[in-house]
């Protein structure tokens, strides 16, 4: 049977495909420390749980508006507007579940066939993927690490065309932990301004920063009629089976994005949502203590990574990941992942997985333990004496 052309074009994420290839190993007896995927190892706050058990109890297992609950939407749009200091009402927001529709519809709705988007590349591989999916042209801005992993606005400049349409933003950045500062995103903003061009703030990490205050886009002026900010519940609150995000945008863009909800997925699940609530109006003493718990993690990790040979890390600003530069070891970085899992037992992800200018660089997670971490750096060591040998 004939497969529409356009899945060809259609990308994936090779996390899961490394996850499967451990989990494989596992299945034969070998342990394997997770490094690979980005999910937090922390369970999800129990207030957050029993918010949704007691929804359940309530009746909350029917359908609900496409654009979410209202509570919900009233909660992050409160949330929004204090945190980045914006004025947004609950008709600006639209919930989804999980934050990976508001990236498809958003670049589905606003951009069409031919016309360009320009993305951070090594980046989210959705990006491209969903960009290629609807026969629009990406257009990869290179993650600099003598920039600590922010790209030049002068090179940003040089590709916006009559032809761009939209520009992703994401920070804190998956898979680098560069954080854009508050100069380049005022000069991002200062050249998109007025002109026909959205842009896609990808800011579900913007809890887990390490210094200094987190600043969307969308707060600097005149933006926000710009800028659709994609946010979630999944790395915040560590609730990434839950499958819960949303969209904040200008009103026209929410009402054709929840069209887009009514076509797919009807709506978000309603008990989820009210967990969802809960989340945005509880305590936040869970989330703090578990973004600390990152902090630390990622000071043993960029630690024991700059004593192994051949390897040197920068320290990363936000999220939960490291992305090493790994070309003093003589092996590509498909290879040196490969040997990694099947030689020391530790899943990583090759920088290429995100993009051509992840050449030369691994993906770590940290979001696992400070034990499990020290045993995959020491595995890690001793299996790379054998390459140099």
Known sequence: MKFAERMERLGTETAFEMLAKAKALEAEGKE????????????TPRNIVEAAVRALREGYTHYGPA?????????????????RNIQVGPENVVVTPGAKPIMFFSILACVDEGEEVIYPNPGFPIYESVINFINAKPVPIRLREDREFSFDVDELASLITDKTRMIILNSPHNPTGGVLSRGDLEAIADMVRGRDIWILSDEVYKDILYEGDFLSIASLPDMTEQTIILDGFSKTYAMTGWRLG???????????IARLMVNSNSCTATFIQKAGVEALTGPQDEARRMAEEFRRRRDVIVDGLNQIDGIS?????????????????PMSTTELENFLLYEAGVASLSGTAFGAYGEGYLRFSYANSVENIQKALDRMAEALKKVRK
């Open 246 to 256: 949303y969209g904040v945008m200008p009103v026209p863009l929410a009402e054709k």
């Open 67 to 83: 654009p979410g609950l209202p509570e919900l939407r009233e909660a992050i749009a409160q949330d929004a507007s204090k945190r």
């Open 313 to 329: 890390c920068l320290r990363p600003h936000g999220a939960f990941y490291v992305f090493p530069n790994v070309t003093g070891i």
């Open 32 to 43: 394997v420390i997770h490094l690979e995927i980005g999910e937090p190892d922390f369970d």
